[in-house]
Nanobody
Framework: QLQLVESGGDLVQPGGSLRLSCAAS????????IVWFRQAPGKEREVVSC????????TYADSVKGRFTISRDNAKNTVYLQMNSLKPEDTAVYYC??????????????WGQGTQVTVSS
């Protein structure tokens, strides 16, 4: 069983930055990809970014390319989402999820509880 705990969500002004963290525990292996999703009120959940087990492969939604950076520290079992140049449309609950033993595009096996990001002046 893998537990995922997100943190770092906050209220920030447009143009500001935040770093989200996703701390994983409960598995003896790091062989899982981590996906960041977000869901805004009244909208469908969308994939924001994904990082492979090694950290060498990353993908981003077009809406965040060039502004968000995903990374992972396997020694700390933590994945980060650095979000820069934030826009009001980035406002959402952000979730991290783990895909165990399969590529990023597969349905996640585990989910975190989410962290709220609000971008507003």
């Amino acid at each position: 069983q893998l537990q995922l705990v997100e943190s770092g969500g906050d209220l920030v002004q447009p143009g500001g930055s935040l770093r989200l963290s996703c701390a994983a525990s409960g598995l003896t292996t790091n062989y899982y990809n981590i996906v960041w999703f977000r869901q805004a009120p009244g909208k469908e959940r969308e994939v924001v970014s994904c990082i492979s087990t090694s950290g060498r492969s990353t993908t981003y939604a077009d809406s965040v390319k060039g502004r968000f950076t995903i990374s992972r520290d396997n020694a700390k079992n933590t994945v980060y989402l650095q979000m820069n140049s934030l826009k009001p449309e980035d406002t959402a609950v952000y979730y991290c999820a783990a895909v165990v033993g399969r590529p990023c595009g597969f349905r996640p096996d585990y989910w975190g509880q989410g962290t709220q990001v609000t971008v507003s002046s």
